[in-house]
């Protein structure tokens, strides 16, 4: 038998085991809600698609710089300006495929074997996976439940054994959550006096329902901001993200990416570019969010799912269902078999209490939506 690495022994990603057992129901003609995956039920933007297709005519698709498409760099510098009012110079700049690649860089670039990196607790999963995959010590920093950390948590952490770096997403995955611009300043300014290296996930921005975003980059330059067009603008399938980087990590993530990636797939790119000029499509596509977030915010406290946290931004609620079960593995699984309905069970996201507690994905259409929750409440009550 083949011997594996023991950096391959990592967590399934539940989310994904979830969608393909719903896709397999689906294709057996079963009428299945997902509200598993964080992924905008519109298409992308018309935009988008015929910027793509006279590419595709033209039929010159290859390799870019590792970097991206200097076009694409000069378009998301022009976005820092127009929604931040920051100046930030396009040689900042890395196009990554996806996000995905974006936080292997990041971690490839500022960290080395056995480096103690926190992130919050509950998270998005696969920051915990590619860490252990890539040998760092991954410190879980306790938000009770909401996703959000503060400078306080922070100081707790690195007084108990020092961190080399720390990773967190504003909004929220898996709860929507947003840390509010005065506490991203403190936590950007303990980091920087402590010399801890700071990665802010940024993929939910545009999506914010309570308050304007406010960028980890307002304060200060020597942070790392990592974001993508999978979700706001609907392109999840193009696999193109973007990283702001201080200036002295540019060439070591061109470095790496030349040789991990060679670079970001030119037709997303070209495609990309496009994607800032369809706001008024995205925001119709936002607006339906708005409408399922207002439903769920009702809906799932009256069927005994308490939501832990405010419902900021991204598209998701997150619930605690120990009313009615203490294993949201197993919760998630008959839910799907007995209603039709995909949800993703809460240990992804937090391994310790994470039994408890179940994600929603309101990026459906209101009409699915609705009559997802009408199965529940049949199916609760």
């Not at 995905?100 to 490839?108: K, P």
Request: aromatic residues 8%; negative net charge.
């Amino acid at each position: 038998m083949i011997c594996l690495s023991k950096r391959s022994d990592v967590d399934p990603f539940f989310a994904m085991d979830v969608l393909a057992s719903a896709n397999k129901k689906r294709e057996a003609g079963e009428a299945v809600i997902s509200m598993a995956i964080g992924q905008p039920a519109a298409p992308c933007p018309l935009i988008v698609r015929e910027a793509a297709e006279r590419a595709l005519k033209d039929g010159h698709i290859g390799y870019t710089d590792s970097l991206g498409l200097t076009g694409l760099r000069e378009k998301i510098a022009a976005y820092y300006e127009q929604y931040h009012r920051l100046a930030i110079s396009p040689e900042r700049i890395a196009v990554t495929t996806g996000s995905s690649a974006a936080f292997n860089l990041a971690f490839l670039t500022f960290f080395d074997v056995g480096d103690r990196v926190a992130i919050t607790r509950p998270g998005y999963p696969a920051y915990r996976h590619i860490m252990k995959a890539l040998g760092l010590d991954v410190v879980e920093i306790d938000t009770k439940g909401n996703g959000l950390l503060d400078v306080k948590m922070l100081e707790e952490q690195h007084s108990r054994a020092p961190i080399k770096g720390v990773l967190f997403a504003s909004p929220s995955n898996p709860t929507g959550a947003s840390i509010k611009p005065e506490e991203l300043k403190n936590i950007v300014e303990f980091c920087r006096e402590h010399n801890i290296t700071v990665i802010a996930d940024e993929i939910y921005h545009r999506l914010n329902f309570a308050a304007p975003d406010t960028t980890a980059l307002a304060f200060g330059d020597d942070v790392t901001v990592i974001n993508s067009f999978s979700k706001y603008y609907c392109m999840t399938g193009w696999r193109v993200g973007w990283m702001v980087l201080p200036k002295n990590a540019v060439r070591a993530v061109e470095r790496i990416s030349q040789n991990l990636y060679i670079s970001a797939p030119e037709l997303s790119q070209i495609a990309a570019i496009s994607a800032f000029d369809a706001t008024n499509e995205l925001e119709k596509v936002k607006d339906t969010y708005r409408i399922n977030r207002e439903n769920l915010k009702k809906a799932l406290p009256a069927l005994g799912l308490k939501l832990l946290a405010p419902m900021d931004g991204a598209f998701y609620a997150y619930c605690d269902i120990s009313k009615f079960s203490n294993d949201s593995t197993e919760f998630a699984r008959k839910m799907l078999e007995e209603t039709n309905v995909a949800a993703t069970p809460g240990i992804d996201f937090d391994t310790l209490e994470g039994k408890r507690t179940l994600r929603f994905s309101y990026a459906g259409s209101p009409v699915a939506i609705d009559e997802a929750l009408k199965r529940l409440d049949n199916w609760l009550n």
